[in-house]
């Protein structure tokens, strides 16, 4: 003890005239006894506050915040000692004025490093990433810590012995997921992400880590005749340990309460609550009848729905119709055979024959909100529907009056993202998808469309990285290495924009891409014959593809007749103009800006045009 008095009394502080007397003055004033009481009430209010925060769930931010109040509490006291400690010793000299500075510059200096720890640790993070891991990839989108109240329900175990029930198990997981979604502050993963861990072989711990959650509802559906015989278990995701479980055999008839009681246990045993936003109206897919013919009809059409191929589609239009048929008023039936037709006539359809069935999607998602004007769903359609006839505004205030009703839909938020970057808001439109992306973290087709926003803003290394992400998720994914070869394009490397090309899955969006890439390349001769290839084959439904072919090879009056043909033909690649870095090249065109204006967009966009 006496060497440590040594060291500060003749050590480097010495030069600053710091004698006796000033060490009596302390004693005086009491500053070490002051000093020690701070602290240990400090310590106990922490441990205090950190049982309440757990028991009502507050934010760590909250925790932080006083633990830095309390920290800058600590030299306050010390200065009020120092002027209060004893009676009658008031004044303070020069050297005492000194060293209240220097407490509070090492606090200050204190804090100010502990704030910035936290941005210093992220930053090595992301530099140490390796490139071409998914990691980073994921970057583009960043996920926040998983919180405690968050589950991902998997898709329950059909055990009724027939295969042709599946759809029955999947139906009842989905609905599990939405009815959860009704939770304020409840993180809840999408049926897209989540269904891709089916009979999965990955431990708890590791699922959990990739959706992103802090637990997983998982369990078994047997339907024989009349009876229904349901197992559902809430695990902690990082051990595994069982939280709530419960078997449930009822009657077919009482399916709906069967649901209910297991959506309210797991809300429960999370302590979330049904959603208060201002504006916002609790959901439901099912019959307001309580039909269950038509909701089972409507189960399958969803299963259908999912498969995400045209088939899939024309089944889902099958059975949604069947659900109407056995109940007019089944508003989410509508809405969901409203956006079925949307999607057949957007994605596999042109001409007359979309048109037709366009119609039908209008007709259906007019009778949906006609049943249900507070269904989020049937603006969800409605939104939808709009966005591929190319009528902006309403594919804007639609989605806008989805998410106002459901604060929480994923799928809302990633279509207004669409609707934003269509209006070449790409910014706003990146935040959404990030959003969105929260709650359906494998979603390559997300993925692809987010590197596309980021594109657009200028961010080439993150749209680069979340392009990678879409890759690894899905490696065939239809279009991903023709828009890997786009950023090639635009970086002028001729080479690895071939390469990215070639790896493109047979199909237009080959041949696309190989014409692209090939228009930087130093064989003129090849270009110019994928050219010709392209528009041999899909001059009728790929002709906003040719005209950024024509821009890219520097002859606007080509690319603005192409896209007046674009127009014509309703290709859904008019969406994409805003945020086409290829097209943007020729934004300050008065031809360019007199398109925009006959196809509805505005003049005006944030996006980033190619230079080269």
């Known amino acids: 003890m006496r060497a440590n008095c040594g060291i500060i009394g003749g050590g480097r502080l010495s030069g600053i005239g710091v004698d006796g007397a000033f060490w009596t003055g302390l004693k005086q004033r009491k500053l070490v006894q002051w000093g020690l009481a701070y602290i240990a009430a400090a310590f106990a209010l922490i441990q205090v506050l950190d049982v309440v925060a757990q028991r009502f769930g507050w934010p760590d931010r909250i925790e932080k915040i006083i633990i830095l109040v309390l920290a800058i509490g600590f030299f306050v006291a010390l200065v009020l000692a120092w002027y209060h400690g004893e009676r009658g010793a008031q004044k303070v000299g020069g050297a005492e004025l000194l060293i209240i500075a220097l407490l509070f510059a090492i606090g200050g200096g204190a804090l100010w ?18 490139k071409a891991s998914v990691p980073k990839a994921a970057a583009a989108a960043p996920a926040p810590a998983i919180p405690e109240k968050s589950v991902a329900v998997l898709p329950f175990a059909n055990e009724s012995g027939d295969k042709d029930q599946q759809y029955f198990s999947d139906g009842l997981s989905d609905d599990l997921i939405n009815a959860l979604s009704q939770f304020d502050g409840l993180k809840v993963i999408s049926r897209n992400s989540a269904f891709q861990f089916r009979n999965s072989k990955d431990s708890s711990a590791e699922i959990g880590k990739l959706l992103g959650v802090a ?68 959901q439901s897919d099912r019959p307001p009848s309580g039909n269950l013919d038509a ?53 596999y359809l042109g001409g007359t024959a979309q048109q037709r069935v366009f119609t039908q999607a209008r007709r259906a ?47 809302a938020k990633y279509l207004y993202g669409s609707v934003l970057a269509t209006l070449g808001q790409c910014r706003r439109a990146v935040g959404l998808v990030q959003q969105a992306l929260v709650t359906n973290p494998r979603n390559a087709g997300w993925y692809y ?39 090639a394009i635009l970086r002028g490397n001729a080479k690895a924009a071939l390469a990215a090309a070639r ?26 014959t994928a050219l010709k290839n ?14 950024e072919v024509y821009a890219l090879r520097r002859d606007p009056n080509n690319t603005f007749r192409w896209l007046d043909r ?47």
């Open 566 to 612: 674009a127009w014509k033909v309703h290709d859904p690649g008019i969406s994409s103009l805003l945020y086409d870095p290829i097209i943007l090249r020729y934004r300050n065109d008065p031809r360019f800006a007199a398109f925009c204006k006959k196809v509805g967009l505005p003049t005006a966009t944030g996006a980033v045009a190619i230079n080269r």
């Open 503 to 528: 790896k493109e899955p047979p199909g237009p969006w080959h041949t696309v891409a190989m014409a692209l890439a090939l228009q930087i390349g130093p064989d003129r001769a090849a270009a110019d």
């Open 215 to 282: 637990h997983l509802l998982e369990g078994t559906v047997q339907r024989a005749g009349d009876e229904v015989r349901i197992t559902a278990t809430l695990v902690n995701a990082a051990d595994g340990t069982v939280v709530w479980s419960q078997r449930y055999d009822k009657p077919y008839k009482d399916l709906f309460a069967l649901q209910d009681a297991i959506t309210h246990s797991v809300a429960a045993a999370l302590k979330a609550k049904l959603l208060t936003a201002p504006g916002a109206s609790v």
């Open 295 to 347: 909701y089972t009809a409507y189960l399958r059409g969803i299963t259908d729905y999912a498969r995400d191929d045209e088939t899939g589609v024309h089944q889902a239009i099958v059975a949604y119709q069947h659900a109407v048929a056995i109940d007019p008023g089944y508003a989410a039936a509508w809405a969901a055979l409203s956006r079925a037709w949307a999607r057949l006539g957007g994605a």
């Open 449 to 487: 469309a987010l590197s596309q926003y980021l594109g657009c803003d200028g961010r080439m290394a993150d749209a680069q990285q979340a392009i990678g992400t879409a890759i690894t998720l899905q490696p065939q994914g239809s279009a991903y290495s023709e828009w890997l070869a786009t950023l």
């Open 365 to 411: 998602g007019d009778k949906a909100l006609q049943l249900a004007p507070d269904l989020a769903a049937a603006h969800s359609a409605r939104s939808y529907l709009a966005y591929f006839e190319s009528d902006w505004k309403e594919a804007q205030s639609e989605i806008q009056r989805a998410l106002q009703l459901a604060p929480h839909d994923g799928d």
């Open 113 to 130: 490093a502990y704030a910035l720890m936290p941005q210093a640790a992220a930053r090595h993070a992301v530099a140490a990433t390796p």
């Open 534 to 547: 392209l528009i041999a084959k899909y001059a009728d439904n790929g002709p906003y593809q040719i005209a």
